[in-house]
């Protein structure tokens, strides 16, 4: 039913209608442009970008980081031969070669992992990172994050929640290593230095409805011909292209309905789908999709890969339509509407955490199927059942 015109109702949407215009129209920092321009440059799909005049370079370099993009942003300036001053360049070098040390640990001890895990009888699945950075033009400057892995017999039968405590278990027998039960789908622990999530499910079922769905998807596609790869001669599995996808988009999707997510997930999905578009079933996936309500989402993140980095919009198989959705998702990437933290007490968990939640229901209704209502009732919910987790950052 339409207002009527000079009703208290449509003065009300009037107002509220041009001040969501006007928040589309925010124009990106001078930063932020460069930052993308110099990600395409690295990607490969562009060879000139001008240095913006007014450019901070210390507010690039953090904006890099918070992104999760600084060593390609590094690559981008390095083939495009852009002086620095000598002390941000040096600083930027600094960080490209923690990045790529980091990574070769990483491999290292996810061989040694992997060579422990299958003395007990279990496959290591990797999850996330790892296998995403094989899609980057240089692997290691892909910033790698927690290890995120996920147990299966070497007989090949599904994993569930016995063989994860298997391993935690031979874990704590052997190494003494402190396992952390509080989260609702995997454990966590530190292995080497590296904070390791082994996932008995693959998304927290709890704190949507819809969470369950998806869930079920994910078991039974994970089950699905695992790729078979090697770390310093130890054998792993990278996980199905189908599931891969569905778990990606649901991942990076709940990143940014509950706080943000950073470019670098963009940039994971959309080489993972260059690379391997082909080996996804999307006859299969994109009912699922659908039902789940990460479509529209699935379709702004291609849009913004083809836009802005480059990407042939040819290997996607949807793309947005709403211009203003694609322009506002993108700010929120780049300049999240709500960045208060909470400080890992329970008391500034009640104070930010609620605050936070009303003010992304937007992205909450991008993301999920769910009702608002819905997703309250079970996030509550997630909270009793584990009341450590409330308390953390994220």
């Not at 369950?212 to 001669?233: D, T």
């Not at 290997?315 to 709500?338: M, T």
């Amino acid at each position: 039913m339409k207002a009527a015109i000079g009703s208290p109702f449509f003065v009300f949407r009037l107002l509220y209608n041009n001040l969501y215009s006007v928040s589309l129209l925010n124009i990106m920092t001078t930063e932020d442009t460069f930052l993308l321009d110099l990600l395409k440059v690295a990607l490969g799909r562009a060879s000139v970008a001008s240095v913006p005049e007014g450019l901070d370079w210390d507010v690039l370099f953090q904006l890099s980081s918070r992104q999760g993009v600084s060593p390609m942003v590094y690559d981008g300036i390095q083939r495009l031969g852009i002086p620095m001053d000598e002390v941000i360049r040096y600083k930027w070098i600094g960080m490209v070669g923690y990045h790529e040390s980091r990574y070769a640990r990483y491999i290292a001890s996810m061989a040694r992992l992997a060579d422990f895990y299958r003395a007990q009888g279990a496959s290591m699945m990797v999850l996330k990172g790892y296998g995403l950075s094989l899609n980057y033009p240089i692997p290691n400057h892909r910033p790698m994050g927690d290890l995120d892995i996920y147990l299966t017999s070497l007989n090949g039968t599904p994993a569930g929640k016995n063989l994860y405590k298997v391993g935690d278990n031979a874990l704590k027998e052997t190494f003494g290593i402190k396992v952390d039960d509080s989260h609702h789908h995997h454990s966590v622990f530190h292995f080497e230095g590296i904070l390791v999530e082994n996932h008995y499910d693959f998304i927290n079922t709890y704190a949507h409805y819809s969470s369950r769905m998806a869930e079920r998807y994910l078991k039974e596609w994970v089950q699905e011909c695992p790729i078979p790869h090697e770390l310093n001669g130890v054998p792993i599995q990278l996980p199905p292209c189908t599931f891969n996808a569905l778990f990606i988009l649901r991942h990076s999707a709940s990143h940014f309905a509950a706080i943000n997510m950073p470019l670098r997930h963009i940039l994971d999905w959309t080489l993972f789908v260059e690379h391997h578009g082909h080996e996804i079933d999307w006859n299969r996936l994109m009912p699922v999709l659908e039902k789940l309500n990460l479509l529209r989402f699935c379709a702004v993140i291609n849009t913004i890969g083809v836009r802005f980095f480059g990407f042939d919009e040819n290997i996607f198989p949807v793309l947005a339509d709403d211009d203003s959705l694609v322009q506002r998702v993108l700010e929120e990437v780049l300049s999240p509407g709500f960045s208060e933290q909470e400080k890992g007490s329970l008391s500034s968990a009640l104070w930010v955490k609620p605050r936070r939640w009303w003010h992304n229901r937007w992205k909450n209704r991008l993301c999920y199927s769910d009702s608002l209502v819905s997703t309250f009732v079970h996030s509550f919910h997630a909270k009793i059942v584990k009341p450590d987790h409330f308390r953390r950052i994220i």
